[in-house]
């Protein structure tokens, strides 16, 4: 049975695709863990706590209460309780 004859610029070629197919997956990879698809949503609940919780005057409470329940970053977090 002959043997697999794969020439040098085949095996260069070869090679270059597997690189970029790993390189692709890698920065898919990293995407998918910045945003993850099956956070939880905002409830009402919880937008009644960080209601009370603002007029209160613990606002950074607040901030810390939507980011343990949702998963935003700190500044998303922040601009929503601002919002409220």
Do not use: H, Y
Not at 8 to 34: C, E, F, K, N, Y
Not at 47 to 55: G, P, S, T, Y
């Amino acid at each position: 049975m002959p043997a697999l004859d794969i020439t040098t610029p085949g095996l260069i070629a070869l090679t270059a695709v597997i690189t970029a197919l790993t390189i692709w997956l890698i920065i898919l990879a990293a995407r998918l863990t910045q945003r993850p698809r099956n956070r939880p949503g905002i409830s009402v609940d919880l937008v009644d706590q960080v209601r009370e919780l603002k007029a209160l005057g613990q606002i950074q409470e607040a901030v810390f209460l939507v980011r343990g329940e949702t998963g935003m970053s700190q500044r998303s977090a922040a601009r929503f309780v601002n919002r409220l």
